[in-house]
């Protein structure tokens, strides 16, 4: 309850920052700089359709007043008239055919070619980012933002600055026709126009706010509507009534929808119709008032016509204008989201030293803890480990829940810096390595493995697949013990896996998928072999042989592999016991038991069960 | 070497004959009538009147204006007309102002509730297999997607044809009145409504083509910024790979701008300029008529020069708004199949009421729909009241698939399943459903309540000791207690910003009270505890079986070593039933379960035997 004042004391500050004139104009232009200098076609075709457009919009007006005045003259010419008539048509069709031309084939191209430009930039850095920013919800919120809006954005910044240009345009030709006809009906038109536009801004203050108001309801009921339309919840909606608790819930949003409505109804009621009638009367007032002048003969007929059918060009005008305006502090807080992302410095930057095969990694009094903030550091997910792994070592770590094992491969693999302590590979700290190189020494199967929208070839491979690499992937996918799976595809280690881009693709279960993972580290000439948990969704038969495999192949090689099945463990030459970020106990499998520690008991009371039943 | 390169086939259109078309779309005004009786005249009678004020304003008020003063008429009479129009102008603004504000949205509630309220209906009614048919699914997912504002979208093209056909009549009445012949000059656009169709069709096809295009492009962003993907990005040559996707997928942008782009254009030019032109000729001869026959005055011209151009404009766009109607009938289609629908498990609610007894399964074979081959094949098995049975099994042997038969949220293919000697079908569903208390594998909170989520049902009095018995049996009860609200915390935060997040573990231990709260004869756990570790899933069995004395509790597992508690164990492999019997039977039997249980006990028992020798 406490927070809540701060919270919104917080709003209110970033809202005032958010519509500080100098940052706004400071964020839309480097926007529109960026866009000049990836793609400088795009701002001048825009402010070219922004002049043809801009113009057209007045034109109409230009040359009905021209027609019409030329009918009140004593002898009107006819050829003149025709003219006038063939230079409009002639007009629109220049208009019509560069508008067609831009809107429906150029802009597209232009627009896609900006895109894939900002997008490189911003690929780049989100691989350069830190892994630990993915943990920081605030950040990473404003990175997935900036990936989704950038492009977006830049296109919106595009064409606010041309509807701005035109609408210049259009106005000031407007205003220069009106005031040749009569200044002051010009002003009053203007004026009430202004005074339209305001009312009309004040009225959406109120629904805007309204609409923050409904939003708890909507969104209660799009949850609703999306637990009775997601597979997800359909077994769980036929096993009970919960049919009837939410039924409730959404008739109660409703129910508070229609009373925000009626309530903001009742509220701009007044607002709404004061609005209408200023705008009734810029429209009647000038009938009225020009009437007066085309008796006098102060007024020409032409002039007449035009200031009354200009009145909504010049009304619209001025709204899109300001509604324009409005959208520019928007526009700058969200490039403002954009600039902090691309601004941000990776913390964990290599160094030039270019990695060996290796032969020792060592961990000095390595803590660890999530976060930046002081409050979280107290939690330590690695407290004080020290451990030297020499090469061709099998380690098994093993532990409950949170122990820190997975914690500890991420540092090993450098996705993350240690907060305390240190990590030597070759007996040099790992920050003075070059990362590529040192990452293309180890290769890793994580529980939370990811399949791509690729070829299984380009899947193993981590990457394309060249010629030479067929034998490899083959070679890889008999040893993960997918060969079976293989045989029974189609295109073989061409196959497209995923329903992503097409309904072909083949979706793997979870223990297929998870052989494919493992894959990997055979493609490759890996030195060190971490693999978390690699197995957990292969039955036992296939963990068992998929363990023989992996060790026969391994020979050489240095393995770090975490489990949860004690069963795996044994063939360790080496077990690390973690509990709390400590490590606690350590040695092989007979030496532990002997001991009778914690990995002892842990190991007992697994195997207990079985026990008393088999013998 | 891409696998993209494989052309997509261009998805065959759905076509409706245009009665069909018709009757979708008054199928829904039909809805609309029906749950706002009052709302669609009201809609429709003020819409025309306004665009009749707006034809008096815009075009009549303006000729009368010019010609009048051409003919030397009397000033005052024109001031009190343009007066009196513009009494009128705000007096209706009045109405229309007290409509739009608070009776409109009124109405619009009601019939967005009544349209969503008829689909989630509908769709707690049918089957579960529905769900895993892709083509029923997509269906019903377009058809819940945005179902409202597509009725309502209904109204408003409906309105604006209303629109175009009082403005295109007033219009040509008064081009009419003017010379009957630019009647005719009119009538010319409503060809250029198919030049309009073409281009629409066009841009339909390569927004289509566009779309695996985009989907491509997507799917690369995300995989450089999502956390899931972000450590194999890393590690891997990924990334390489993932921008040379986004690089084609921008050459085929353009192709594709290229292969449409300029004949869109084209269309457009003419499809825009055409009206432009016919005014152009029709203002040409109603120049000649004022200036020269003398046979229009000047006020005519101008209404000729206004108006020809807006009736051709309209006349050109009325095609399109045929083509909304049509695109609103496909959606509708949708809809209308679903609320049509007839549920293959039908409530039944005069059924025989259900009550506690023995359950059995009799050659069931069950086949998912468009899967070529059976889940279950020929099973049998009996459980007695107050039994214990162990299902165990791979993954994919279809233990879960018998599960939900079991639970009658699917018809089996072939065979029945029945409870005391009677077909589940024959029972009234809601008592049925209230002889189960089930816990999912895959178990999703709702936004409700820790007791809601537990009963499945609205609260009642006495629930709240019942609930918290049940959450202190289940081990639950530890982390509930915590929460602020106890057992009324809202659990998720769909909605609720204080809502309780719980961990995989703490949601199993929670919903496994479910067990203990409800009086169900009958305990159905489906690997309730795959999130904790074996000791404690073995212990977490141990106290289900006592605390449900007298009760059915069927449980299925892949770790066999809580299958060791059960009276009868039924391994199943492939969709079949291998072996059967008590774990001593089976150990004894020596078969495919003795081998698989040695499997996972061997590199214990080895060890712990080795020890205490």
């Known amino acids: ?615 | 070497m891409s696998i993209f390169k494989r052309k997509e086939k261009p998805k065959k259109e759905n076509v409706l004959s245009g009665r069909r078309a018709f009757s979708n779309n008054l199928y829904v005004l039909k809805i609309i009538q029906k749950v706002a009786p009052s709302f669609l005249p009201t809609y429709f009678l003020w819409s025309v009147l306004g665009s009749i004020l707006d034809f008096f304003i815009y075009t009549w008020m303006m000729r009368k204006v010019v010609n009048d003063f051409q003919l030397g008429e009397p000033m005052e009479k024109l001031a009190a007309i343009i007066i009196a129009l513009l009494v009128g102008q705000v007096v209706f603004d009045v109405f229309i102002t007290i409509l739009r504000k608070v009776v409109y949205p009124r109405y619009q509630q009601k019939i967005v509730a009544a349209i969503e309220q008829s689909l989630f209906e509908k769709a707690s009614k049918v089957e579960l297999e529905c769900y895993e048919n892709p083509k029923f699914y997509d269906k019903y997912v377009r058809a819940m997607d945005n179902s409202y504002s597509r009725c309502m979208d209904v109204v408003y093209t409906v309105d604006s044809l209303i629109w175009r056909v009082t403005s295109i009549s007033t219009n040509a009445l008064i081009l009419v009145s003017i010379d009957p012949w630019l009647a005719l000059v009119a009538l010319i656009p409503l060809l250029l409504g198919f030049v309009r169709k073409y281009r629409n069709r066009l841009q339909k096809t390569r927004d289509d083509e566009r779309r695996p295009i985009d989907r491509r492009q997507a799917y690369v962003q995300r995989s450089f910024y999502l956390g899931e993907y972000a450590k194999e990005m890393r590690l891997t040559a990924m990334p390489k790979l993932m921008i040379g996707y986004y690089k084609e997928a921008l050459k085929d942008h353009i192709a594709l701008q290229k292969k449409y782009g300029f004949k869109m254009a084209f269309l457009k030019t003419v499809g825009d300029t055409g009206p432009n032109l016919v005014v152009f000729l029709a203002g040409i001869y109603a120049a000649y008529c004022t200036l020269i026959s003398h046979t229009m005055l000047a006020g005519d011209f101008l209404v000729v020069f206004n108006t020809v151009g807006q009736v051709a404009w309209v006349l050109a766009s009325l095609v399109t708004t045929l083509e909304e109607f049509r695109s609103h009938a496909l959606y509708i289609e949708d809809y209308r199949y679903f609320l049509d629908y007839e549920p293959k498990i039908k409530k039944n609610a005069n059924g025989i009421p259900a009550s506690a007894g023995t359950l059995s399964v009799e050659n069931v074979t069950f086949r998912y729909a468009g899967a070529d081959r059976d889940a279950l094949q020929n099973i049998n098995m009996t459980v007695r009241q107050g039994e214990k049975i162990a299902l165990v099994g791979h993954n994919g042997s279809g233990k879960s698939t018998l599960v939900k038969l079991l639970l009658h949220l699917y018809e089996p293919t072939e065979g029945a399943v029945k409870l005391d000697g009677i077909s589940l079908a024959d029972y009234d569903q809601d008592s049925l459903k209230e002889q189960f208390a089930v816990v999912f594998q895959d178990f999703k909170l709702l936004s409700l309540s820790v007791a809601e989520n537990i009963l499945l049902r609205p609260l009642k009095e006495g629930d709240e000791e019942r609930v918290t018995e049940a959450l202190q049996k289940s081990g639950g009860w530890e982390k509930v207690s915590t929460l602020k609200n106890g057992i009324h915390t809202t659990l998720t935060r769909e909605f609720d910003d204080e809502g309780a997040v719980l961990s995989g573990g703490e949601g199993q231990k929670v919903l496994l009270a479910r067990a203990f709260a409800c009086d169900s004869p009958i305990i159905i756990l489906d690997e309730p505890s795959s999130a904790l570790d074996p000791i404690a899933e073995y212990q977490m069995f141990r106290n289900m079986l006592e605390a449900c004395e007298g009760r059915t509790l069927i449980f299925i597992s892949h770790r066999l070593a809580s299958a060791v508690l059960a009276d009868h164990v039924y391994l199943l492999e492939n969709g079949r039933i291998v072996e059967d019997g008590s774990h001593r039977a089976l150990m004894e039997q020596n078969g495919r379960y003795a081998e698989l249980f040695r499997k996972q006990a061997e590199n214990y028992v080895k060890e712990v035997s080795r020890d205490e020798a």
């Not at chain 1, 997601?230 to 229609?258: C, F, P």
């Not at chain 1, 407290?383 to 093993?398: F, M, N, S, W, Y």
């Not at chain 1, 842990?602 to 013998?615: D, V, W």
């Open chain 1, 1 to 615: 309850m406490k927070r809540k004042p701060s919270e919104k004391a917080k709003k209110k500050k970033e809202k005032k920052e958010r519509e500080k004139l100098s940052i706004v104009l400071k964020h839309n232009w480097l926007m529109l700089r960026k866009i000049a200098k990836m793609t400088p076609e795009y701002i001048f075709f825009t402010l070219l359709m922004s002049v043809v457009w801009g113009l057209g919009n007045a034109a109409s007006g230009y040359f009905t007043y021209a027609v019409l005045n030329e009918f009140d003259l004593p002898a009107p010419s006819f050829a003149k008239v025709v003219i006038y008539l063939a230079l409009m048509v002639t007009w629109l069709l220049i208009q019509n055919g560069t508008s067609a031309w831009y809107f429906e084939y150029y802009q597209t191209i232009v627009d896609r070619k900006l895109q894939h430009k900002m997008h490189s930039e911003l690929f780049e850095q989100a691989l350069a980012m830190d892994l630990a920013c993915y943990d920081d919800p605030k950040f990473y919120n404003d990175y997935v933002f900036a990936m989704d809006e950038s492009k977006n954005r830049a296109t919106q910044v595009m064409n606010d600055v041309g509807t701005v240009f035109r609408q210049l345009i259009t106005l000031s030709a407007l205003v220069a026709l009106l005031s040749q006809v009569d200044p002051f009906v010009a002003l009053l038109m203007g004026v009430s126009c202004l005074v339209s536009v305001i009312l009309s801004n004040i009225t959406n203050r109120f629904y805007f706010k309204k609409n923050e108001r409904t939003k708890p309801f909507h969104r209660k009921n799009s949850y609703i509507n999306r637990i009775y339309h997601l597979a997800d919840h359909s077994k769980e909606l036929r096993i009970g009534k919960a049919d009837e608790n939410l039924q409730k819930i959404y008739t109660e949003s409703v129910e508070g929808i229609v009373e925000e409505e009626m309530k903001v109804g009742k509220k701009t009621f007044l607002l709404a119709l004061a609005n209408d009638v200023v705008i009734y009367l810029a429209q009647f007032a000038p009938a009225l008032i020009l009437l007066f002048g085309l008796y006098d003969g102060s007024v020409k007929l032409g002039g007449y016509v035009a200031a009354l059918s200009l009145m909504w060009e010049l009304r619209w005008g001025i709204y899109e204008l300001l509604q324009t305006f409005i959208r520019f502090p928007e526009n700058a807080r969200y490039i403002g989201k954009y600039i902090h992302f691309m601004d941000y410095k990776p913390k964990i930057v290599g160094g030039d030293r270019k990695a060996e095969p290796m032969e020792t990694l060592e961990l000095r009094n390595l803590r660890f803890a999530y976060g930046n903030s002081e409050d979280t550091k107290e939690k330590y997910s690695l407290d004080g480990v020290d451990l030297t792994i020499r090469k061709g070592e099998k380690i098994a770590i093993v532990g409950y829940n949170g122990a820190g094992k997975t914690t500890l491969t991420k540092l090993l693999m450098r996705l993350y810096d240690p907060t305390e302590g240190e990590i030597l590979y070759n007996g040099h700290p790992l920050s003075e390595y070059d990362i590529p190189s040192l990452r293309s020494h180890i290769g890793a199967v994580f529980q939370d493995y990811k399949i791509f929208a690729a070829t299984v070839g380009e899947n193993v491979m981590g990457g394309e697949v060249s010629p030479d690499d067929r034998d490899t992937v083959f070679d890889a996918l008999e040893k993960s013990t997918f060969s079976d799976r293989l045989a029974g595809m189609e295109k073989g280690i061409d196959t497209a896996l995923t329903r992503e881009f097409s309904d072909e693709g083949v979706n793997l279960s979870g223990g297929e998928a998870q052989k494919v993972a493992i894959a990997r580290i055979f493609a490759r000439p890996y030195d060190l072999i971490i693999m978390d948990e690699p197995s957990s969704a292969l039955d036992p038969e296939a963990e068992y042989q998929l363990n023989h495999t992996l060790l026969s192949y391994a020979e050489e090689k240095t393995m770090i592999f975490i489990s949860h099945r004690l069963s795996t463990t044994r063939m360790a030459d080496r077990i690390l016991m973690f509990e709390e970020g400590k490590l606690i106990e350590e040695g092989s499998h007979d030496a532990l038991m002997e001991r009778g520690g914690k990995y002892a008991e842990m190991f007992r009371l697994q195997a207990e069960k079985y026990r008393t039943e088999t013998s």
